[in-house]
Each structure stands twice: as structure tokens, then as C-alpha cells.
């Protein structure tokens, strides 16, 4: 997936931002083949963690040696993955960061994961009070709409025919917030655990899917609520409101579009 020999370039014990970017690949969710080589469309996301100080790993499949060399920073590291075409890019992200913490979680103290095109960093949650005062807890984002919409289930019908108890979750939370697997983030703890259960859910189920959903956003939510619901801190401070592009915010970790 990745080379063993990389060494991990950042100070250990410090918080770090993870992203994948991969294109080549038809995105069911935009319904288009994002370009090849074109940093400008994570120049927000890597600008935003360098304004702030914190340290970024860009996980990616076709930015050139050259992009690489001109963009990368001390606290921005480029690690070039091979995507695997059984996967849709938006679940294969969590396979990749799954792999990536069975070798150096060690070194992390807090960890996100975010989106890479639509996420920015409007303030540093790891210095933030709020964040420190609920250490053990699960971040992510949300969106102004319930779990049960019409979207979400179609979404998720390839886990709802695979899950046995899929259907189950859906009807006891089918009135509660959206969460948005765009934003997740805590102490490496819970962290690691979530992102292995998470990668592991898309491993056993959603391999090969076939589908015009990817199936991220049903896995995320299944999970988070079933499993880490009482451990769950979403919206106000984590992220703004979901399409809304409130970059301009100052009570908010994180814009999401």
C-alpha cells in the first residue's frame, strides 16, 4: 500500500491531520473523474493545518515527485498509496489510515481524518479547551438534516441487505442528527479503535460494491451511533454548517463547504 521505509517526519507525541486524495478514479458522490497532479484543489485544506501549525499527512495517488517537492513544508508530508479499485476512494481512505496506524499511532497524540477538497481549518481544536476538556470523546461533523432522508437510504442499501441489524439502527436513530463522516477526530485511543472498526466494517461489506453509493456515509453513521454514541460531540465547535461555506467563522474547528 505504502512504503515500510517511510519514516514518520513529525516530533512524536504531537496531534496530527490526516487526508486522502485520490483521483483517476470515477467519484460516484460528484459524479466526475477528478484530475491528476492538481494541488489546487487541497491548496485549502494544506494552507488552513499550515496557517495553524499542525501537523498534515496528504495521502495521495497521482501528484507528481515535482508537486510533491514544491509543496511539501515540515509540518506537510506527501505519502503516495496505490489505490485499490475494489473500493471506492471515499471508503478506501479508511483502509489506508487504518494501515498507516498499525505502524505509527504510537507517535500520534490526537488525530482527525477529514475530507481533503471541501475541509479547512478555521481554528486548532488541539489547543482549544473544549477539546481538552472532553479527551476520550469521538468528534465529527454533521449536517442540518435526520438520518432518515431519502438520500441516506439508498445510500446505505448495500449494508442494509449485508448487516443484519442495519435495518434496526436505522428505525431507533432515524430521527437524529446526520452525522458527517467528513470530519473525525480524538485522542489516538479512540481514534485507532474507531478507524479499525470502521475499516474493518468496509472490508467485510462493502467490497466490490456495485452500486451508484459508496456507502461511507452509512457505515460512519452505523458505527458511530451503535457503537460510539455516548461518546459522540458533533456539531458547534467541530464544524460549520454543512454547505452553508462559513469560512469566515471564528467559534468553528473546521468548515465543511
Not at 117 to 126: A, E, K, Q, S
Amino acid at each position: 500500500m505504502f512504503s515500510q521505509a517511510f519514516v514518520f517526519p513529525f516530533k512524536v507525541g504531537e496531534p496530527l491531520v490526516m487526508t486522502c486524495h485520490f483521483t483517476g478514479i470515477y467519484d460516484v458522490n460528484r459524479n466526475t473523474t477528478l484530475p491528476n497532479d492538481d494541488f489546487s484543489l487541497v491548496s485549502d485544506w494544506a494552507n488552513s493545518l499550515q496557517k495553524h501549525g499542525v501537523n498534515g499527512v496528504l495521502f495521495h495517488n497521482n501528484f507528481s515527485a515535482a508537486t510533491c517537492l514544491q509543496h511539501q513544508h515540515p509540518r506537510l508530508c506527501f505519502i503516495y498509496v496505490t489505490h485499490d479499485r475494489a473500493f471506492s476512494p471515499n471508503v478506501y481512505r479508511y483502509i489506508v489510515y487504518r494501515e498507516f496506524l498499525k505502524l505509527y499511532a504510537y507517535n500520534i497524540s490526537h488525530l482527525f481524518v477529514t475530507d481533503a477538497t471541501d475541509v479547512r481549518m478555521l481554528r486548532n481544536p488541539f489547543v482549544d479547551a473544549f477539546f481538552k476538556q472532553q479527551d476520550g470523546k469521538l468528534f465529527c461533523g454533521d449536517e442540518p438534516e435526520i438520518l432518515d432522508n431519502e438520500w441516506m437510504h439508498h445510500h446505505s442499501q448495500t449494508l442494509r441487505d449485508s448487516i443484519t441489524d442495519y435495518s434496526d439502527f436505522e428505525t431507533q436513530f432515524k430521527n437524529d442528527v446526520l452525522l458527517n463522516c467528513g470530519i473525525i477526530g480524538g485522542n489516538i485511543l479512540i481514534m485507532n479503535k474507531f478507524i479499525d472498526e470502521l475499516a474493518a466494517i468496509h472490508t467485510q461489506y462493502n467490497r466490490n460494491n456495485a452500486s451508484q453509493y459508496t456507502g461511507d456515509m452509512g457505515a460512519f453513521n452505523y458505527l458511530a451511533r451503535t457503537r460510539f454514541n455516548y461518546d459522540l460531540i458533533h456539531g458547534t465547535p467541530v464544524n460549520t454548517i454543512f454547505k452553508q461555506y462559513e469560512i469566515a467563522r471564528k467559534d468553528c474547528w473546521f468548515s465543511h463547504k
